[in-house]
């Protein structure tokens, strides 16, 4: 509710400043003032719930399962991603972690695989 007003007030600021600004405005607000949004809060959330909760009343069984599949291929794939992710920060570091002439090894392969790909390419388009 704050980060509208506080862009408006500073257009050129980042949004992780606005969002540090508020944050501090949070911590220096009186526990009485905070209690007013914290019963805001549980309020919303408990019509979410009730909300949500009737929602999957009106569900079949094969839609509910249809639910919970395509929830669990959406948490696997971001999960895949991350290990994607990892894996790619790994094999970074390993690379910055070599020599020279280590790395020299890697581009020579490198040059010769693209060569012997261009060469292959060109003897299939000439049988094509």
Do not use: G
């Not at 509910?64 to 991350?82: P, Q, Y």
């Amino acid at each position: 509710e704050q980060l509208p007003k506080f862009k408006a007030q500073n257009p050129d600021a980042k949004t992780t400043e606005l969002i540090r600004r508020i944050a501090q405005r949070w911590r220096e607000l009186p526990d009485s003032k905070k209690k007013i949004y914290q019963d805001a809060y549980r309020a919303e959330w408990q019509v979410y719930k009730e909300e949500i909760s009737r929602f999957k009343e009106q569900l079949t069984p094969s839609q509910i399962m249809s639910l919970e599949k395509e929830i669990m291929d959406k948490h696997l794939k971001r999960k895949a991603m991350t290990k994607k992710k990892e894996k790619l920060k790994t094999v970074k570091e390993n690379w910055k972690n070599l020599s020279d002439s280590e790395k020299e090894l890697y581009i020579q392969h490198a040059k010769e695989d693209e060569t012997r790909y261009h060469n292959e390419m060109k003897s299939w388009e000439e049988q094509m």
